[in-house]
């Protein structure tokens, strides 16, 4: 509500504001992975004693930045910040690169999403290309997206590549190879990667950066957010080139998972509650390769909120095998019970379907050992409030 009102009484607050940060401000787009990445990459900016003013919460829009501004100028209008790393919506990125030009954009991919309002993938593809073209020192672009890639060359600016080895592209399909009919293989990369992702073993993960191998543990879970860990080191190594790539990578080591994006809380009982935000295809299907979700109990909320997008077809898009012939004891959220037909059709029994999320938590949370909650993201929103009240402390 803030950034809404002020955005209104001053068009020009925004690009006044920012025009005070010394070293200018970088942006991180895409449709999944943007919060996650933007924690990573300031926390590593903040490890090398950079000031870093960002939008925290994950408000992506010009109006959440703008909140952000308020909050942390000083009463002098001043900003003691020395660089910006937002991340930003797909659509709404383009309104605010034609108010503030960033140094770099990072581009992480481009998924189906949210279709009532971005349409199919093309349609994002042309928003993120229009960020990148604003950018005036260069791009960071996930080099086994294709069309970002040619986008990326469309726009004549400097570019550094990240991505993954040809290993492990069969654990990160892109769209098109999720709903294809017949088996597509796609093309190797030529590129010169400035960090690639080349092996991952439960949370031990290997990067090469600039040819040299960096082994970690990390406490970020899932392996979208390996992808993501070498999106972040890809543009921290740019803006820090006097860091040795091993230091941001240990650096890398103690970054705690983002709002909502795999925390874990511990229950009354003792047992833990991981907390796993989903919103598409791809995301949902590398959730259910990333966790034990046939090991361990599993309740999924899914809501069809303006935020989560209206349109919840997608769900049919996932591939929920990994359940097939197990039973799940909770769905719930607005559309709990479109959550249990989509299930049943992979052979899966949904033992309760509660739409309210508070009672549906109280019953998750009643069930014995660590449990899995995946939720789409205004239900992630709530069950987040509750759980710091009523479940105990977050780990």
């Not at 990667?193 to 990390?218: N, P, Y």
């Not at 033992?351 to 949370?365: H, I, R, W």
């Not at 069930?367 to 995946?374: A, E």
């Amino acid at each position: 509500m803030p950034g809404l009102i002020v955005e209104r009484l001053l068009p020009n607050y925004l690009a006044n504001m920012l025009a005070q940060l010394p070293e200018g401000v970088v942006v991180i787009t895409g449709t999944n992975g943007k919060t996650t990445t933007t924690k990573m990459v300031v926390e590593l900016l903040r490890f090398n004693g950079k000031r870093v003013l960002t939008n925290p919460t994950g408000s992506n829009f010009t109006r959440g930045i703008i909140s952000s501004l308020t909050r942390q100028a000083r009463i002098t209008g001043r900003l003691p910040f020395d660089i910006g790393v937002f991340e930003l919506d797909e659509a709404y990125a383009k309104h605010f690169v034609a108010q503030v030009k960033p140094r770099f954009v990072l581009a992480l991919n481009v998924m189906r999403d949210q279709l009532d309002r971005f349409g199919e993938l093309d349609t994002a593809a042309k928003l993120i290309a229009q960020t990148l073209n604003e950018a005036t020192e260069g791009i960071i672009i996930n080099d086994d997206d294709a069309r970002l890639v040619k986008y990326a060359k469309q726009s004549g600016k400097y570019t550094a590549y990240f991505g993954v080895s040809n290993k492990l592209r069969k654990h990160f399909p892109v769209d098109d190879e999720i709903v294809a009919v017949t088996k597509t293989t796609q093309k190797a990369s030529t590129h010169q990667r400035i960090v690639e992702l080349i092996d991952f073993s439960g949370q031990k993960v290997t990067f090469a950066i600039s040819g040299h191998k960096h082994a970690v543990e990390l406490k970020l879970t899932g392996q979208h957010n390996f992808q993501n860990a070498a999106a972040a080191l890809a543009l921290a190594y740019t803006l820090l080139p006097q860091v040795s790539s091993k230091y941001l990578v240990q650096q890398l080591a103690s970054i705690d998972p983002a709002f909502g994006r795999g925390q874990k809380f511990t229950l009354k009982d003792g047992s833990q509650l991981e907390l796993i935000l989903v919103k598409n295809p791809a995301g949902f299907r590398q959730v259910l390769a990333s966790y034990p979700v046939a090991q361990k109990p599993t309740m999924f909320a899914v809501n069809d909120n303006y935020a989560d997008g209206r349109d919840t077809s997608w769900l049919w898009d996932v591939d929920f095998s990994a359940l097939k012939g197990k039973s799940v004891p909770l769905t719930s959220g607005i559309r709990a019970a479109d959550m249990a037909l989509r299930l049943s059709y992979d052979n899966v029994k949904v033992k309760q379907v509660e739409p309210d999320l508070q009672a549906a938590l109280k019953a998750f949370c009643n069930l014995r050992g660590d449990k899995l909650l995946i939720t789409t993201y205004t239900a992630m929103l709530k069950f987040y409030k509750m759980l710091i009240k009523q479940a105990g402390k977050k780990l």
